[in-house]
């Protein structure tokens, strides 16, 4: 019986994951913890019966007592309570699906308890991959991607000695605005960015992925995650969303992962890796599917993009300044106070204004990203 733990279980890839655990008899959930969802996360330890749960804040926390009362669990709240949900100490693995750099700490206290992490949160990285890598490295626990593009690299990789590695080529949709010039983002409504025409995702990343932000922090994540430079990583656009992502090799050769689009894919491979299991579903079907087709992602229409490769190049603390400039950015977008291509002046005004730090800690990570967040509340 394998023990995980997970935060963020009433997101998206949270209750995917709770899906995998349901179709698996050999998982069992330990503990969990959400934001703000309570009669979600009540059903979720009624059908479960992890021992711990925790809630973003104490007022949450005090309802789920209340309507979890007749069973044994214990429920905490915020920080605190995300590291004893991280570290909880019957758990084998910790699948972080909380978003946001809320989930560096509780990443670093899982992996010096000697977890295995299921990664879904690419804030981390993208933030903190200095300190995580090496982290796992000393305490020799797994980092196991689960966003698809960078679980269809892992798996691309699986064997393959990395050294060889020339370069890693990232797929995107190109989400619902592809081939779209400025002119028109400037129209786009909220409703529109939330339209993906392929993947099925919470609000933020759905956004994210419509600005193309997203496929810049998987940029910025994959050159920790798989050791590489920033200029070793090519974003391709394939609209199908069937080619997850390749690797070219030194000899030429270029391994891909193919698959139709679906969560549970990746989140059951770093669930049992390195076993392969049964995942009930829909299969690829080449012959009703015809044809793949690539472009070249437009940078300047999409400046997000361009942004991302300048910020993971300087390194730092700038990415941390990109993540959370898009952060309070796309917020401010879904609340309907700024215009769509706001999101990512933004954050260019953002990374300008920024005095870069290197190698910084923890601390003057979350200093880099409160500054970020006073600097755009004085000038939006």
């Not at 758990?91 to 308890?113: F, N």
């Not at 798996?155 to 060889?164: I, T, Y």
């Not at 025409?197 to 932000?213: A, C, E, L, Y």
């Not at 087709?293 to 993971?312: H, I, Q």
């Amino acid at each position: 019986m394998k023990k995980i733990a997970i935060l963020g279980s009433t997101g998206s890839i949270g209750t995917q994951t709770l899906e995998v655990v349901e179709k698996n008899q050999d998982l069992q959930v330990t503990a969990l913890a959400a934001g703000g969802n309570v009669r979600l996360m009540e059903q979720q330890i009624r059908k479960f019966r992890p021992a711990l749960a925790c809630m973003g804040d104490e007022e949450k926390a005090k309802e789920l007592r209340r309507l979890t009362a007749d069973l044994d669990v214990r429920v905490t709240a915020g920080m605190e309570g995300l590291l004893e949900v991280a570290t909880e100490p019957r758990s084998e693995i910790l699948v972080t699906a909380i978003v946001g750099m809320i989930g560096i700490r509780p990443t670093i206290a899982a992996m010096e308890a000697g977890k295995d992490i299921a990664l879904a949160n690419k804030e981390t990285l993208v933030t903190a991959g200095h300190i995580i890598m090496p982290l796992a490295e000393e305490k020799g626990v797994k980092i196991l991607p689960v966003d698809s593009e960078h679980s269809a690299v892992f798996q691309c990789l699986n064997g393959e000695d990395k050294r060889a590695v020339h370069k890693i080529l990232l797929t995107a949709s190109g989400g619902p605005f592809r081939g779209w010039t400025r002119e028109m983002l400037a129209k786009v409504q909220v409703e529109d960015a939330l339209k993906h025409p392929n993947w099925s995702m919470g609000r933020k990343i759905t956004i994210d992925s419509s600005t193309m932000v997203n496929k810049g922090l998987e940029v910025m994540e994959a050159k920790w995650l798989f050791g590489v430079e920033m200029d070793q990583i090519q974003v391709v656009v394939q609209p199908q969303s069937v080619i997850h992502s390749m690797v070219e090799f030194e000899d030429g050769a270029v391994m891909a992962q193919l698959g139709v689009p679906d969560m549970k894919l990746p989140i059951q491979y770093a669930l049992y890796y390195p076993e392969r299991r049964f995942l009930p579903g829909e299969r690829l079907d080449f012959a009703k599917l015809g044809n793949i087709s690539f472009e070249e992602p437009d940078s300047k229409v999409f400046r997000g993009l361009f942004l991302a490769y300048e910020a993971g190049r300087k390194g730092g603390t700038l990415p941390v300044v990109y993540n959370a400039a898009n952060e309070y950015a796309v917020a401010k977008f879904l609340q309907r106070e700024i215009s769509y291509l706001s999101i990512t002046e933004m954050i260019e005004k953002a990374m300008e204004h920024h005095r870069v730090i290197l190698q910084p800690g923890v601390e003057e990570i979350l200093a880099a990203e409160q500054e970020t967040y006073t600097f755009l509340e004085s000038r939006w």
